[in-house]
């Protein structure tokens, strides 16, 4: 071949190569997202009957206004068990502990399961996390660790009479002993557990039955006191994180609560006479913003668990209704307006929100 020729078809053999790269670095239109369905809702878990076998999983997606009524079941074609009792987001995993089936159940977001975790024996109740680890408080006495990466236990540390609320605040974990099993002599102390040692540092004496905590700017920790659903009433109890003691008992009967910006939004529920109520507490002034969240007439007979959208305030709050019945979520703006409500599984007792949003600034 005559060099004019080779020169030629090695030119046009460059400029094909010089074509097909051109063309494959061409931005062309962009790929379709594939919508997240459950990156906007809310997971409701339904605790069920106690011994019935019957919890359930809820998601109600914001964008779409659709209730997925048993998510777990639907995703893996099993039940999630016997009394649900908490459920947290930690990372891109669900952790759902289920009371009575002893488990603590890890999920994607879906609701597809990804490991069971059994305590048999245990008696599961609330979680917490703090650095790769989830702490779970058990009613035998003990919290129990587990490795939020390989998803094993990985350590375990006797806390008191039936552990049950549980919260990290400076660095430590706060459990509320509360003794319910042993009624009426009910515990009175919430642990200090120094996570490094994993050991108990402290006792902190709060009051007969205390239950849900809450820690608040990383200096308090907040926790209800349930007395024994008789004589000894409710209160509300201010920790101070760095001293860990006691520093102020509020007269205030609150048997649950969840801390939204600078307030506390409190329910009461009383067992014996039903009468209710919600009310809006400012923790850095100390004064009651109001006695009366709801502001349109709306009636709640059995309010079992409350959480609240960071974005816009909105605040969704669970009916139990008699305990043996559908339960029933009401969607109020932050003026205690309904907005929405919709039926959900027996006893829906934790509320998740699936967004993540930053807080707002104000009330």
Not at 12 to 31: A, D, K, Q, T, V
Not at 195 to 200: A, E, K, L, Q, R
Not at 225 to 238: A, E, L, M, S
């Amino acid at each position: 071949m005559k060099k004019g020729n080779i020169f030629q078809a090695l030119l046009f053999i460059l400029i094909g190569f010089w074509g097909l790269s051109s063309s494959c670095n061409r931005p062309g239109p962009e790929p379709t997202p594939v919508p997240d369905s459950f990156a906007d809702g809310i997971y409701i878990l339904n605790e069920g009957v106690f011994q019935m076998n019957n919890s359930t999983l809820s998601f109600y997606n914001f964008q779409t206004g659709e209730l997925t009524s048993d998510l777990f079941l639907q995703q893996n074609g099993r039940g999630l068990g016997d009394t649900g009792n908490d459920l947290q987001r930690y990372g891109s995993k669900l952790y759902c502990v289920v009371n009575n089936s002893n488990t603590v159940e890890i999920m994607n977001p879906d609701g597809t399961s990804l490991k069971a975790i059994y305590l048999t024996g245990k008696q599961p109740r609330y979680l917490a996390f703090h650095k790769s680890k989830a702490y779970v408080t058990c009613f035998d006495g003990d919290v129990v660790r587990i490795d939020t990466t390989t998803l094993e236990i990985d350590g375990t540390v006797h806390s008191g009479s039936n552990p049950d609320g549980i919260c990290v605040c400076r660095g430590k974990l706060y459990v509320s002993n509360c003794g319910g099993l042993n009624a009426p002599n009910y515990g009175h102390t919430v642990s200090v557990i120094d996570p490094g040692t994993f050991s108990v540092i402290k006792e902190i004496e709060v009051g007969t039955n205390p239950g849900i905590l809450q820690s608040y700017n990383e200096h308090y920790v907040y926790v209800v006191t349930r007395g024994d659903y008789g004589d000894i009433p409710y209160n509300f109890v201010k920790i101070d994180a760095q001293t860990d003691e006691v520093v102020k008992t509020y007269d205030l009967a609150v048997l649950n609560f969840y801390l939204y910006n600078h307030y506390a939004y409190l329910y009461h529920y009383d067992f014996n006479t039903h009468a209710s109520w919600i009310k809006v507490l400012d923790l850095d002034s100390d004064e009651m913003v109001t006695d009366n969240f709801i502001t349109d007439g709306t009636q709640i007979e059995t309010p079992y668990s409350i959480c609240i959208n960071p974005i816009n305030g909105d605040v969704f709050i669970s009916d139990a209704k008699n305990f043996v019945v559908s339960g029933k979520i009401y969607w109020f703006d932050r003026d205690g307006k309904l907005k929405k409500s919709f039926n959900v599984g027996i006893n829906p007792g934790h509320l998740l929100l699936s967004s993540h949003y930053k807080p707002m600034i104000d009330y």
